[in-house]
C-alpha cells in the first residue's frame, strides 16, 4: 500500500523531473522498480520478463508524464501501466 508520504515524495520528484532535474525520474525508477517487478513477476512466473514489463511501464510512463493529471497518483498509474 502507498502511504500519504510516498504520494508527497513520487509528486516532488515529479515536479524536479519535470523542471529538468535528470535524476528525479532515476530516483522514481528506483522508488518503485523492486516492487513492480515483484508484483509483475507473481502474474508472469517469469522474473527477466517481468523485468523488461516494468522498464517498459516506466518508458511509457515517462513519455506520458506531461498528461499525468494527478503527479500524486504515479504509484498508481505506472502499476496499471505495467499491468
Not at 515524495?9 to 515529479?14: K, N, S, T, V
Not at 513477476?41 to 527477466?48: A, N
Request: glycine letters at 4%.
Amino acid at each position: 500500500m502507498v502511504s500519504r508520504a510516498d504520494w508527497v515524495r513520487d509528486e516532488g520528484l515529479l515536479e524536479r523531473h519535470l523542471a529538468g532535474d535528470a535524476d528525479a525520474f532515476a530516483e522514481l525508477y528506483a522508488l518503485h522498480y523492486g516492487r513492480l517487478v515483484r508484483r509483475v513477476q507473481r502474474r508472469l512466473g517469469d522474473w527477466h520478463a517481468s523485468e523488461e514489463v516494468v522498464q517498459e511501464a516506466f518508458v511509457r510512463t515517462l513519455r506520458a508524464l506531461p498528461t499525468l493529471p494527478d503527479r500524486s497518483r504515479f504509484s498508481s498509474w505506472v502499476s496499471v501501466v505495467a499491468d
